[in-house]
Each structure stands twice: as structure tokens, then as C-alpha cells.
Nanobody, 117 residues
Framework: QVQLVESGGGLVQPGGSLRLSCAASGSIFSIRTMGWYRQAPGKQRELVADISRGSSTNYADSVKGRFTISRNNAKNTVVYLQMNSLKFEDTAVYYC??????????WGQGTQVTVSI
């Protein structure tokens, strides 16, 4: 079993930056990819970015060039999402996601990111 602890959300002005963190502990050897999804009010949850154990990355077109995902595979696996040049439309609840080699997945509790003047 894997436990996920998210941190780093908050309120930021347009053009600002935030960094999200998701720490995974437990059976981290079973993790294939880690990533971030987001869900804005009235919209479906969508992939923001993910990263494989081998550090291959995948980004939504809307965040390419602004967001960077990275991963630390040390003692406790941690995935970071550095968000720069934030826009109003980035406002959403951001969820950490882990996917396992056996096909299963887990979700974090979510952290609110609000971009506002």
C-alpha cells in the first residue's frame, strides 16, 4: 500500500509561481508513474503532467513550457510540479496520482490552486 501526502497549493496572482509536492511512502517499488491531475469547477479531471520511474515526462499542451514535473526516487518517492507563469485558467484542485505496475492507481486528497488578482 502507498500513502500520498500533498502540499504546496495556495493563492497566487497571475504570472506567479507555485510548487506542488507529493510524497509517496510504503510500497513505492510498485509505482510505475506519478503525476498530477486537476479538476476545475464544472469540468472533468484532466492530466497536467506525469513522470515515469525512468523520468520520461508527459505534459498537457496547456501547461507545456510553464510547468515542470520532476521526481525524486530516493528513500521516499517525491514528485514535484513547478508551476510558473500561472494563469487564471490554472485555477483548480490538483490531485497527485500514482499508477502501479499491476495496473492499479491511487489518488491524493487534492490541493487547491487559485490564480486570482
Amino acid at each position: 500500500q502507498v500513502q500520498l501526502v500533498e502540499s504546496g497549493g495556495g493563492l497566487v496572482q497571475p504570472g506567479g509561481s507555485l510548487r506542488l509536492s507529493c510524497a509517496a511512502s510504503g510500497s513505492i517499488f510498485s509505482i510505475r508513474t506519478m503525476g498530477w491531475y486537476r479538476q476545475a469547477p464544472g469540468k472533468q479531471r484532466e492530466l497536467v503532467a506525469d513522470i515515469s520511474r525512468g523520468s520520461s515526462t508527459n505534459y498537457a499542451d496547456s501547461v507545456k513550457g510553464r510547468f515542470t514535473i520532476s521526481r525524486n526516487n530516493a528513500k521516499n518517492t517525491v514528485v514535484y510540479l513547478q508551476m510558473n507563469s500561472l494563469k487564471f485558467e490554472d485555477t483548480a484542485v490538483y490531485y497527485c496520482n500514482t499508477r502501479y505496475y499491476n495496473g492499479g492507481e491511487d489518488w491524493g486528497q487534492g490541493t487547491q490552486v487559485t490564480v486570482s488578482i
